[in-house]
């Protein structure tokens, strides 16, 4: 037997509006979240491809072969180019002096400076196996902000390697990174 339950309409829009408000305050807590998610801009693998191409081009014309890689803020690598002919061991170079110049903010060779002066610093070149404490490494900074580095290896000097850098940073529109000329 099927019981019927006469229920009248105020019951059944206050019901109504129970349900839309709990679901309400459920939304309201996700966009509360939301605001609490820290806002960081990425830097497009478009813009990687290209500074690692001008970073290239820049060592051939010179007459160097090397390899240009370029990572993301949490030196994630985005873009590597490897020129005809760069050594095997240029890949692995580029890549851990984005890497380092990504995670420290700073330009590899001022950190190479900055060991060498300070002894006691020694214990940054083993952070992790990713380091690599050689000049050709720069941020790239956008806006004032640092979305992430390109690393240069190959060229017949680590001062060779940060102008080729540079050029890569040139070529889109980041912050000039060059270490100060010693």
Request: contains cysteine; neutral net charge; aromatic residues 2%.
């Amino acid at each position: 037997m099927v019981e019927r339950i006469h229920v009248s309409g105020r019951l059944v829009r206050c019901a109504g509006f129970l349900a839309a408000a709990l679901m309400a305050a459920g939304w309201l807590g996700a966009a509360h979240a939301a605001d609490e998610l820290p806002k960081e801009s990425v830097l497009p693998a478009g813009l990687a491809g290209k500074a690692a191409q001008a970073a290239l081009d820049a060592c051939k014309k010179d007459g160097y072969r090397v390899s240009a890689s370029v990572v993301d803020r949490a030196g994630v690598l985005r873009a590597m180019l490897r020129a005809d002919g760069a050594g095997p061991h240029t890949v692995d170079s580029s890549r851990k002096k984005a890497y380092t110049a990504a995670s420290l903010r700073r330009a590899t060779s001022e950190l190479a400076d900055m060991i060498a002066k300070q002894p006691a610093l020694q214990a940054l070149r083993e952070m992790n196996e990713s380091i690599l404490m050689v000049g050709g490494g720069l941020p790239i900074e956008i806006a004032g902000e640092v979305v992430g580095a390109i690393g240069v290896g190959g060229a017949p000097g680590t001062h060779l390697d940060d102008a080729c850098a540079e050029a890569g940073l040139d070529a889109i529109g980041a912050a000039s990174k060059m270490p100060a000329a010693k």
